[in-house]
């Protein structure tokens, strides 16, 4: 089995200054470990989002990281795949230094816009699944 680019290059960049929108099925499934929404929901725009601790970092990375990796939001098993306004289809996020190891299906692609479809209620809607403010790797 590989390791993923996030492993290799032991990143977490992706998880600090992160906005990553959230499903519901996403949020019921981090419940169901024993988190409150509040504890790890917030919301801009109306949209649910992963909250940030005051260093800008996920609530949910420690040392480095993810504590809820086999749980963790679709949005964060796709990145650095992401959704752009303007271009309406999917691309990969130029601030991970290490997008072009990732490999990515048709599929992919596919269940990227399900997840824009269903969290903003619309086709390809001029949104990125990762807004970020720094840029980096997803962990793998
Ligand atoms: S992979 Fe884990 S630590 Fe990183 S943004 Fe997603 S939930 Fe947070």
């Given at each position: 089995?590989?390791?993923?680019?996030?492993?290799?290059?032991?990143?977490?960049?992706?998880?600090?200054?992160?906005?990553m929108p959230l499903t519901?099925?996403d949020?019921?499934?981090?419940?169901?470990?024993?988190?409150?929404?509040?504890?790890?929901?917030?919301?801009?725009?109306?949209?649910?989002?992963?909250?940030?601790?005051?260093?800008?970092?996920?609530?949910?990375?420690?040392?480095?990281?993810?504590?809820?990796?086999?749980?963790?939001p679709d949005g964060c098993r796709l990145y650095?795949?992401?959704?752009?306004?303007?271009?309406?289809?999917?691309?990969?996020?130029?601030?991970?230094?290490?997008?072009?190891?990732?490999?990515?299906?048709?599929?992919?692609?596919?269940?990227l816009?399900?997840l824009?479809?269903?969290i903003?209620?619309?086709?390809?809607?001029?949104?990125?699944t990762k807004?970020?403010?720094?840029?980096?790797?997803?962990?793998?």
């Open positions: 089995m590989s390791t993923s680019p996030c492993l290799k290059h032991r990143c977490s960049k992706c998880c600090i200054e992160t906005e519901k099925r949020i019921q499934r981090i419940e169901n470990l024993g988190f409150k929404e509040e504890d790890f929901v917030r919301y801009v725009d109306g949209i649910p989002v992963l909250k940030t601790k005051e260093d800008g970092s996920c609530v949910f990375l420690e040392d480095g990281k993810c504590k809820i990796y086999k749980y963790r650095p795949l992401v959704w752009v306004k303007g271009i309406e289809r999917a691309t990969l996020d130029p601030h991970c230094p290490y997008r072009y190891e990732f490999r990515f299906t048709h599929k992919d692609v596919e269940k816009a399900e824009v479809k269903e903003y209620h619309h086709e390809g809607s001029g949104v990125t807004i970020r403010k720094t840029g980096g790797a997803k962990r793998g």
